[in-house]
Nanobody, 112 residues
Framework: QVQLVESGGGLVQAGGSLRLSCTAS????????MGWFRQAPGKEREFVAA????????SYADSVKGRFTISRDNAKNTVYLQMNSLNPEDTAVYYC?????WGQGTQVTVSS
């Protein structure tokens, strides 16, 4: 059974940083892309960042470019999202995604 477990969310002041982690279990995903999405209250889930299987190619939503960095460790079956210069608009539940699998989400709250 495949499981994606996110961690690292929390409450942070504007301008602060958080690092999210997502570890997959049940199968190996080191040959496929992995990504992060987020959903703010009352809004649809939106793409945040993605990384290809090797980590050599990444893509970001315009709203997070230059502030967020996605990376992965295939030996640990884990993808990370380093979030810097956070602002209240980044407040959302962040979800890890691999193919058709989703994590349960981790809450990120940025106070002004």
């Amino acid at each position: 059974q495949v499981q994606l477990v996110e961690s690292g969310g929390g409450l942070v002041q504007a301008g602060g940083s958080l690092r999210l982690s997502c570890t997959a279990s049940g199968r190996t995903f080191n040959n496929v892309a992995m990504g992060w999405f987020r959903q703010a209250p009352g809004k649809e889930r939106e793409f945040v960042a993605a990384i290809n299987w090797s980590g050599g190619s990444t893509s970001y939503a315009d709203s997070v470019k230059g502030r967020f960095t996605i990376s992965r460790d295939n030996a640990k079956n884990t993808v990370y999202l380093q979030m810097n210069s956070l602002n209240p608009e980044d407040t959302a539940v962040y979800y890890c995604n691999v193919k058709t699998f989703w994590g349960q989400g981790t809450q990120v709250t940025v106070s002004s």
